[in-house]
Nanobody, 113 residues
Framework: QVLFVESGGGLVQPGESLRLSCAAS????????MGWYRQAPGKQRELVAT???????NYADSVKGRFTISRDNAQNTLYLLMNSLKPEDTALYYC???????WGQGTQVTVSS
């Protein structure tokens, strides 16, 4: 089983930036695809961005041009750089393997003026 711990969330104003980190307790070198997900109050969890072992990246339309997903295999860490944050980005953010069956506690991102 793979364990991920998210961090880096917080309260920011619209237009500001935030970088989320996801530390894995095991090597992520052989994980085919990893992703960031988010869940806002009253809504289902949605996929924000994915990155494959080969470096292929995909983003949800709502975050294209603003968010950047990256991975550091040596540090077993996944990152999500969030620029130009909007109030609608407010959610609990999770990292996981793509199609993962279990979820961690996530990290809260709140964008408010």
């Amino acid at each position: 089983q793979v364990l991920f711990v998210e961090s880096g969330g917080g309260l920011v104003q619209p237009g500001e930036s935030l970088r989320l980190s996801c530390a894995a307790s095991v090597s992520i070198f052989n994980i085919v695809a990893m992703g960031w997900y988010r869940q806002a109050p009253g809504k289902q969890r949605e996929l924000v961005a994915t990155i494959t072992r080969g470096g292929s990246i995909n983003y949800a339309d709502s975050v294209k041009g603003r968010f950047t997903i990256s991975r550091d295999n040596a540090q077993n860490t996944l990152y999500l750089l969030m620029n130009s944050l909007k109030p609608e980005d407010t959610a609990l953010y999770y990292c996981n393997v793509v199609n993962g069956a279990s979820w961690g506690q996530g990290t809260q991102v709140t964008v408010s003026s």
